[in-house]
Nanobody, 121 residues
Framework: QVQLVESGGGLVQPGGSLRLSCAASGTIFSIDAMCWYRQAPGKQRELVARITRGGRINYADSVKGRFTISRDNAKNTVYLQMNSLKPEDTAVYYC???????????????WGQGTQVTVSS
């Protein structure tokens, strides 16, 4: 069984920073891409950033230059450093990881439970 647990959300003023973490645990053989998504009230869930095991990175245009995704493969953890936060960044942030639990099995997507980020003065 695999679990993804996010942490680091909270309330921050516009222009402030937060660092989100997402740690994968359980029966893990390998992890491929790790991603951060977000979902604001009344909106669809959207991809914020993605990082492959080899370190290739993609960002949504709305966060380029402000957010930085990174990962620690030894700790099965992905991070999202968020700087210059804006009210429109307010959302529940979810991590997703493509995980194989055994060598002989394909990778499946696992999701965390989400962490709330609120940007407000």
């Amino acid at each position: 069984q695999v679990q993804l647990v996010e942490s680091g959300g909270g309330l921050v003023q516009p222009g402030g920073s937060l660092r989100l973490s997402c740690a994968a645990s359980g029966t893990i053989f390998s992890i491929d891409a790790m991603c951060w998504y977000r979902q604001a009230p009344g909106k669809q869930r959207e991809l914020v950033a993605r990082i492959t095991r080899g370190g290739r990175i993609n960002y949504a245009d709305s966060v380029k230059g402000r957010f930085t995704i990174s990962r620690d493969n030894a700790k099965n953890t992905v991070y999202l450093q968020m700087n210059s936060l804006k009210p429109e960044d307010t959302a529940v942030y979810y991590c997703k990881a493509a995980i194989a639990t055994m060598r002989s099995l394909p990778k499946y997507d696992y999701w965390g439970q989400g962490t709330q980020v609120t940007v407000s003065s």
